[in-house]
């Protein structure tokens, strides 16, 4: 029998929003979720929580900061904390995995966390210990279903089987292992729960459906969406916490991702240079990978939707040894399908392995690798418009000007490796790697204007990219004058080697290329012409280094510091033209404070920085300093059902100051140049709003996620006085609002789950064409499920239920702007072995 217990220790494309006809309908929901998120679920949730919590444990609560790993390990810390007692044959715990628990819980209530997913639970004794046992089998004969409820206990940081909207445990914004409620930023996560209900299977869309996160279309070429938030675009993508460049160049970006091997999508909005480096005030989205699991689970999925599309996956994981110390898991997708516009096939496959080997009882090694391969016929196509900036009218959805040669290719091999080991005191050192090998190749045919005529050019590029990721970091308790901490520290590399070269056809953007109606278009009318691959080359390697530190402060029962910093190092060295820049010693400071108000509800304040390279040099030949970002953040947190429902509001104001300005009072040509003007860091864009976000469980059966973001970025410097107080990006919009939610029906109908989807957003116009306008709009969705037995589900979305005509993206007058989906269904049936 292994007993643990001791004293408990002490508690503790840059570019420049309009008034929106949605306006009144969103203020008014505005008030309306603030009432829900501030009144009614305080008073009515929080009745129901505390009933929950009396019932669970009359112990005094604990601050917990166990992570996930080996459930022994887990335990040991648990019994130091707590000081309880816990009796269990070492049998019963081997091979088995906990999701950690992160927060300030009862005994009982940390424990059924520590024990989630488990298959044990823990029964109190007379003493005040715990016995372990084995979680009762049904008896023979007996049908179990899926889960259909959410408890507290299921709620760690993986949230897989869990059929939750929120996560009880996330570390994209510092580094340490925090519930949402902790976190003195705005975050918001789409569990696997949600990416399966609403049918999602791409990063296009699983930003679409992220509170405050802007997916547009059309601005670049490529198969993937543009990422923006808090009026600026994303510029870091990170995967299980380490951070890779979004982009490829100033033409195409190829940054959407299958959703399938991934457990969760996290996303931290405003400066988060303490855990990603450079980049811009925007978010920070992280793609958490599905891990092996300590049982053996199976399923295959099957799918069937509009425009023949026809998609599979299967996913396999488990021990992979009778102790259970080394542990796999596979998962394999294929995917054919047409679009709803013309001269378009694609082909889609995804290949992804993990395994995890325990060393010893405290040390976990981890190598898993994956493969992705696009094959597309045809690409998006961007529309023209009128002279005058009028969309064309009577313009089929399904039109596409592009040429049957056309395609996008595309595979990313990605190959990730990290070692953990967990210390008897709390402490935890881990170091992870990221090899990611993307390749791009590609043809596809703009429009352009030539003597008033409409005709189109082809160009072809290819793309060889490298990104290398490195970090190693330790993270644990401390005591101090009688109180817990917790410190994190660490260092991290990264490596972005990029290469791309290609051309165009001979009679691009001449009287010669050939002439296009839009309305009546042959795809197989141009023969593929020859391309010069020397035209275009650009090449360049980025390297980052940083070390940096964290600490949350326990200055008091209801109240948390957070203090945190980063030095950074970075290096651009131009390829193509010989040139290069460093950037030395630049600092990139954190601080949040977080009050409880009550054992619900939670005031946070925070101040993040970032920073972003630039090359541009003074007219003394001195290069700039970096673009800061600074993101200023005051909001309310709260906390249901023990964190199976989180609701926040803030609201932010971000500054992006240092921006390169042409400096008119200086030479002209600047000194070392042909041309122009030389630069002074003199730009300012303020960006100012407010995001509100509820998700989670309303009730045992019904999950919600819903969200609104209002945002008003401007010009407040710029050595163009016109722009002073012009809107930066007026294409992006200024009030979003974003729903899902499921229900499941009670009693005799708790077979069928019955759920929907909203997008709203406020009118815009073009950044590159004020005359180029669309009105506000709306998108509804619908989805259902029935569940046959505890092995077969069928599951149907309908997405633009009432087919509205709108456009994803605005561009210019010969191209970029792109058509929404019309209406489509989506039917899905997985087995689970």
């Known amino acids: 029998m292994h007993s643990h217990g001791h004293p408990a220790s002490p508690s503790t494309h840059l570019r420049p929003h309009q008034r929106a006809p949605l306006k009144t309908c969103c203020r008014a929901v505005q008030v309306a979720l603030l009432s829900l998120g501030c009144t009614a679920l305080p008073a009515a949730l929080g009745q129901t929580a505390q009933a929950a919590e009396n019932t669970a444990s009359a112990r005094a609560p604990q601050t917990y900061a166990i992570p996930a790993g080996p459930l022994d390990t887990a335990l040991a810390r648990f019994g130091q904390i707590s000081g309880a007692l816990l009796s269990y ?31 044990l639970e823990a029964v109190p004794q007379v003493n005040g210990g715990y016995t372990l046992r084995a979680l009762p089998q049904p008896a023979s004969g007996e049908i179990t279903l899926a889960p259909m409820t959410v408890t507290a206990g299921n709620l760690g940081g993986t949230t897989e089987n869990t059929g939750s909207y929120t996560t009880g445990a996330m570390s994209t914004a510092t580094k340490l292992s925090l519930s949402p409620r902790e976190t003195p930023q705005s975050i918001s996560v789409l569990s696997r729960q949600q990416i399966d209900d ?38 870091n993508l990170l ?63 099957l799918s069937a939707g509009s425009w023949q599309n026809l998609r599979s996956t299967i996913d396999v994981s488990g021990p992979l040894n009778a102790a259970g110390t080394l542990r796999g898991r596979a998962v394999a997708t294929a995917q054919d399908s047409k679009q709803f516009y013309d001269t378009a096939h694609d082909r889609n496959q995804q290949l992804y392995g993990i395994l995890e080997a325990d060393l010893t009882p405290a040390t976990m090694a981890t190598l898993g690798f994956h493969y992705r391969h696009v094959d597309n016929d045809g690409f998006v196509p961007g529309h023209p418009t009128n002279p005058d900036g009028s969309f064309l009218a009577g313009l089929s959805r399904s039109a596409n000007t592009a040429n049957d040669f056309d395609y996008w290719q595309q595979t990313d091999k990605s190959l990730f490796a990290d070692l953990s080991h967990k210390f008897a005191n709390g402490w935890q050192l881990k170091a992870a790697a990221l090899w990611k090998r993307p390749e791009q190749d590609m043809l596809f045919s703009g429009l352009y204007l030539n003597g008033g005529v409409l005709r189109q050019n082809s160009q072809r590029y290819r793309l060889d990219n490298r990104q290398d990721s490195y970090d190693i970091a330790a993270n644990g308790p401390f005591t101090l004058l009688g109180r817990s901490h917790e410190l994190m520290f660490g260092a991290s590399y990264r490596e972005f080697d990029n290469k791309n070269w290609g051309g165009w056809s001979s009679y691009a953007w001449t009287a010669a290329g050939p002439a296009v109606d839009p309305y009546h278009w042959d795809a197989s009318a141009v023969a593929r012409p020859p391309i010069d691959m020397s035209l275009w080359d650009w090449a360049y390697t980025a390297r980052q280094k940083g070390v940096y530190a964290a600490t949350r402060l326990n200055l008091a029962d209801p109240l948390k510091l957070i203090l945190g910093t980063r030095i950074n190092w970075y290096e651009n060295e131009n390829h193509s033209n010989g040139t290069r820049f460093e950037i030395n010693r630049e600092v990139t400071p954190y601080a949040g404070l977080v009050f409880d108000l009550n054992d619900s509800h939670s005031l946070y304040a925070s101040w993040t920085e970032i920073f972003e390279p630039q090359n541009s040099r003074d007219r003394n030949g001195q290069l700039l300093d970096p673009i800061t970002g600074t993101n200023y953040e005051l909001g309310i947190k709260g906390e249901y059902f023990g964190g199976r429902l989180n609701a926040s509001l803030a609201t932010f104001l971000v500054q992006q100051q240092n921006r390169a300005v042409d400096d008119l009072s200086g030479p002209n040509p600047c000194p070392g140049s042909s041309w122009g003007y030389c630069k002074r860091a003199a730009g300012e864009v303020e960006s100012k709003g407010v995001e509100l976000e509820i998700s989670g469980a309303l009730t045992p059966n019904w999950q919600i996620t819903s969200g609104y973001t209002y945002v008003n970025a401007k010009f407040t410097k710029d050595a163009d006085a016109s722009n002073i107080g012009k809107q930066y990006d007026s294409d992006l919009p200024r009030h979003q609002l974003k729903l899902s939610t499921s229900y499941r029906l009670p009693g005799e109908l708790s077979r069928w789950r019955i759920g929907g989807k909203l997008y709203a957003q406020n009118r815009t116009k073009s950044s590159d064409d004020p005359n180029i306008r669309q009105s506000g709009y709306a998108i509804v969705g619908l989805n259902g499920s029935y569940q046959f037995d505890a092995h077969t589900e069928i599951r149907l979305n309908i997405n633009n239920l ?23 269904f989506m039917v899905t049936a997985k087995y689970t072995f």
């Open 89 to 119: 044959s070492p049998k019963l715990t081997a091979g088995r995995q906990s999701p950690g628990v992160n927060g300030r819980y009862s005994a009982d209530a940390a424990l059924e966390r520590l024990l989630a997913g488990t298959g």
């Open 198 to 235: 609403l049918g999602l299977t791409s990063l296009d869309d699983a930003v679409q459906n992220v509170t405050g996160l802007v997916m547009q279309k059309g601005y670049y070429s490529g198969e993937s969406g543009s990422f923006l938030a808090r009026g600026f675009p994303v510029s």
């Open 239 to 301: 995967i299980d916490g380490l951070p890779t460049s979004t982009g490829a160049n100033g033409t195409f970006n190829a940054d959407n991702d299958g959703l399938d091997i991934y457990d969760r999508v996290e996303v931290v909005r405003g400066a988060t240079g303490l855990t990603t480096g450079a980049g811009t005030p925007s978010a920070a989205i992280n793609l958490v990978r599905k891990r092996p699991t300590a049982d053996h689970q199976a399923s295959i999925t």
């Open 802 to 824: 009432f087919d509205k005509r709108y456009y994803q993206g605005l561009g210019w007058n010969t191209g970029g702007n792109i058509f929404g989906a019309p209406r489509n």
